[in-house]
């Protein structure tokens, strides 16, 4: 089974879920989907057992001494990457999505599309089993190719090692990368918190991933920090049948699992948000 | 001057900052409007009382085939780099994907026979909120579903920048790729707001590259500092980057923030922080304009 944890509103507390049911599933394969500011890997202990180099995207590269300043590519740019400067064309490849349609258009052949590696995916290993993550190159664009090249690895890990159980840690936001992320997932969990933004940001990631997939439930974190948000979330759940698999009390317990590198159900296996977890979990499997 | 207000990991405080600092500038007289760029899911407007303004529908292009005029040449699916044409000759047949294409245009450049016709895709909006009247926030929202954000959150800075204010605050996306880019690249400064947490540090460190890349003027904000925020200062000052704030953790902010609150307006503990962060930022400007 494939279970992706989502949130619309960032630091709702997905990859503390995240890790905690990792810490329950035992054996699993976990993928940290959130490539460009990815989070498990300073969680968990692991070893990197393999890794490739992946080409996230495309860039396009100017030979300035054939570029003979006629500024079309300029012009037909619709990412305004392009700039004229001293009558030569100058690419910023932050804002180059490598569409290559300069290249096509230059009379010149001063301009080259080219694929960028610079990326980096990781295959390790560690207590709960295989850890699929990566290095999204700084600023790059295409999270969401390369999260589908995350999950091809995973899926095969799966299948080789016979795990049953394999938990996709997503990336804030309902775009691209989210896409991505719960894609043929099984199961969507969306991670909210009681505040007027985690509320409105909750209704979107339910509009993003319904189309998706059918599966989705909520757990509700810092649940008693807000009363009336907290009921608007229920009701919203109650409306859209979306089973609410825990509701978190706030607890500092929380951050300091993370400040000490643990996964809460093993730094406080005592508290009541660890108990809740395994309750839920229990739920999904 | 405009700042970008940014942060690697999600929901270290962005959002906090940005209206606190918005809202605080506003009571000093100060000209300024906010850009909200964090078009996924916008929420600077939950917390800033304002009317609803006007709103701007941003399009993209999407490309339509006229098949009395298309030959089959396939020229256009070759210029296609996001396989969103589907090109098969032998079978008489050609097709766009509307939701692979990024509205580059390079089909329009493709095609001899004028046969792609130009369609425009609705991907989102920007609201303008208004204050006794008069226009100071403006919200990006794309659509769901919508693959990129970037031209939705570039319209909200348009419009922000077409406002003639002294001062722009763009509330920025997490994370550090394209829609973080495409914000922080406008800002004259931009306020990385982190948190000491092991995540916090991480994503701070890649954000950072990404700035140092972007060749942009940034500083850096900590809130929860109390946390324990030793080893986040050290790697500042070994990096030589400026620490405007601290902002302490308090389960009243968090309350405050809950129910879209202003923090300032009730905390004079935190004002007090933010008025000192506004100062470094009035400070910061002065000294760059002598340079």
Redesign the interface.
Known sequence: MKTAII??????GK?TVSAAFIALAGDVVAVDC?V??S?LP??FKHEVLASESFASG?VVNTLAEKCVGCGRCAE?C??HAIEMSEGKAVVNP??C?????CE??CPSEALR?ESEAGSIIYESHFDYGDLIHGD?K????N??LMIARLRKIADKKMAEKGATMQILDG???????V?STITGADKVIIVC??????V??LK??Y??AI?FCVDISVIIN?AD??T??RNDVRTFCSDMRLPILAELP?DRVM?ES??N?LDIISYAPESECAYRLREAYKKII | MKIAVAS?????GK?FVSTNLFALMKKRGLEVVLADCDA??P?SG?FLDREPGELYKVKS?RPSINTDKCTMCGRCAD?C??NAITCVPEMDYIAVLPELC?????CT??CSEDAIEEGWANIGQVSALRENGVADVFEAR?R???????PVLRKAVELAEAAEAEHIIMDA???????F??TV?FADLTLLVTEP???GL??LK?TI??LR??ERKFAVIINRAD??AEEMKQYLEEEGIELMAEIPYS?RI??R????ELIIEYDEQIKEKFEQLLERIIKYEDSNNQR
């Open positions: 949130s619309g509103k960032g630091g709702s990859s959130d460009d500011a989070n300073l969680l495309h037909a619709v990412y932050l804002l999505e490598g569409c290559g349609l096509k258009i599309l999204l700084p600023g790059d664009d999270s969401g990336p804030p936001g309902i775009g691209c990368p896409i918190e009681p505040t007027l933004s985690g409105s940001d979107r990631a509009q993003a189309s810092k920090i807000n009336a948000n706030f951050v993370q400040i590198r | 690697g990991k999600g929901g270290t959002t996924e899911v929420n939950i292009f210029y780099e996001y990024h509205g580059c245009t390079a450049y493709a794309v769901v579903r919508q693959m990129s954000p970037v996306p997490p994370g550090c790729a394209c829609p880019v495409n690249i947490t092991p995540f991480s994503d890649h590259a990404v890349q972007l946390l324990g389960e968090a309350e923030y809950s129910r879209g």
